[in-house]
């Protein structure tokens, strides 16, 4: 098993800068595919981000990709989202989430196996 958690989250007023990480003790963290999740209140699950476990390969949602940016440091097991010029409609939980690395990456919540608890992201307007 994988255990990760989140952190970095808290409450920002729109425009402000927030970086999470995401981080899993282990030997093995370098072999999972790394990707971020977030839930709105209301609305279901949305791919944020992901990135390989070389950190090569990274995919971006469309709302996001021009303002959010992730990397991972495989010597600390941690990953981590820079997120810029939040927006309110940014405020949910946000998760990580790991699978076994692939050939190619993914942004379907379905695809991944283990989930941290989250970390709570509120942009205030």
């Known amino acids: 098993q994988l255990h990760l958690v989140e952190s970095g989250g808290g409450l920002v007023q729109a425009g402000d800068s927030l970086r999470l990480s995401c981080a899993a003790p282990g030997p093995t963290f370098n072999m999972y595919d790394i990707g971020w999740f977030r839930r709105a209140p209301g609305k279901e699950r949305e791919f944020v981000a992901a990135i390989g476990w070389r950190g090569s390969k990274i995919l971006y949602g469309d709302s996001v990709k021009d303002r959010f940016t992730i990397s991972r440091d495989n010597a600390k097991n941690t990953v981590i989202l820079e997120m810029n010029n939040l927006k309110a409609e940014d405020t949910a939980v946000y998760y990580c989430?790991?699978?076994?690395?692939?050939?190619?990456?993914?942004?379907?919540?379905?695809?991944?196996?283990?989930w941290g608890q989250g970390t709570q992201v509120t942009i205030s307007s």
């Open positions: 989430a790991a699978r076994s690395a692939r050939i190619t990456l993914v942004d379907s919540s379905d695809s991944y196996e283990y």
